[in-house]
């Protein structure tokens, strides 16, 4: 069976740090996009980020820009995302989708 498999997540404080994994089981990365989507409480989807894994070429909602960084492994075969000086407004469950594929996601809890 073939999944993705987020990490990560937690409760943290307003300004602190996260740096989110997602895994694929079953299959290896390729060259396709991969994206970073959040849902937060009462709350439709919201993409995040992406990042073409031929290119490396990244893209980030104005929300997060400056502040998330998507990143790919190669030799991990993992994908990542870097978030820094977390908002509340941060708090959802972060999902990492690929090839018709979402993960579990992993919830991220910014609270003081």
């Known amino acids: 069976e073939v999944q993705l498999v987020e990490s990560g997540g937690g409760l943290v404080q307003p300004g602190d740090s996260l740096r989110l994994s997602c895994a694929p089981s079953?299959?290896?990365?390729?060259?396709?996009?991969m994206k970073w989507i959040r849902q937060a409480p009462g709350k439709g989807p919201e993409w995040v980020s992406a990042i073409n894994l031929d290119d490396d070429s990244t893209y980030y909602a104005d929300s997060v820009k400056g502040r998330f960084a998507i990143a790919r492994d190669k030799a991990k075969n993992t994908l990542y995302l870097q978030m820094t000086r977390l908002e509340p407004e941060d708090t959802a469950v972060y999902y990492c989708?690929?090839?018709?594929?979402w993960g579990q996601g992993t919830q991220v809890t910014v609270s003081s």
């Open positions: 989708v690929g090839i018709g594929i």
């Open positions: 079953g299959f290896t990365f390729g060259t396709y996009d």
